[in-house]
DNA sequence: AGAAATACTCACATAATTGTTATTACTTCA
DNA sequence: TGAAGTAATAACAATTATGTGAGTATTTCT
């Protein structure tokens, strides 16, 4: 499927947000750093222990070439680099939320009936 | 990876509906439902022209195990099959709506600067 | 008679994701 | 002295996820 142009994207901000955000790890990620706000790398991967070291290094640098999250390595031994997310990103708490709401009303009525 | 049990989901409902909602295509799918409310497969199809048929059939069904679509199927030919939300699907609206506005500001702030 | 319409299904092919193990370089702590 | 800690990167195999192209059955329309 050819990638479409911002153009294109921006006649639909949901298409925009989608294909910035899509992927498996992207919300989780979004999740932790909005909770905890600044995280170093090695944090990230115990938050999220499901998702591998190379799919991490993936997700953090489409969200960090994307606007969503800032990087920022320190040069000290051991390295020390810290994510947190940029204005934009952090705007993303009430979908995250939203979600997060949701989330709890469809456990309700996954146990009612 | 394994997948998890409803009570481990019931700890976090943020995972719950990640789990419920994740794949490419998922969030596309409520997107025109929300927007036009009953859709026939033919009709989905064309709302959202890059999913392929396979694609389609499979978050469908997915969607419909979950409780969050609802499926009804017409003894007609030729087939007619209505897809709606349910009612706990219709409560995703926020979600959709806060993407779509976040992609609004997103937008901006991409093309300023 | 033949084409069009629908809601799929199937087999196969490619792309995405994961698991695993190893490596780097320097400092602190035991 | 030697292990632990960090933020990656790399190479390989294995497993999922997704895409492609074709086909089916039956009625209506031309």
Redesign the pocket.
């Known amino acids: 499927?050819r990638e479409k142009t911002l153009e294109e994207y921006l006649g639909c901000p949901f298409h925009l947000a989608m294909n910035t955000l899509?992927?498996?790890?992207k919300f989780a990620i979004l999740y932790v750093l909005l909770d905890k706000g600044t995280l170093?790398?090695?944090?990230?991967?115990r938050a999220i222990p499901?998702?591998?070291?190379?799919?991490?290094?993936?997700?953090?640098?489409h969200l960090e070439e994307k606007k969503v999250i800032v990087?920022k390595?320190?040069a000290?031994?051991?390295?020390?680099?810290?994510?947190s997310l940029s204005e934009i990103g952090k705007s993303l708490s009430p979908v995250i939320d939203s979600i997060s709401d949701w989330g709890k009303s469809y456990a309700n009525s996954l146990s009612e009936k």
């Open positions: 499927m899509e992927g498996k790890w170093r790398f090695k944090d990230l991967e499901d998702i591998s070291t190379r799919m991490l290094v993936k997700e953090l640098k990087r390595a320190y000290e031994v051991p390295p020390r680099v810290e994510y």
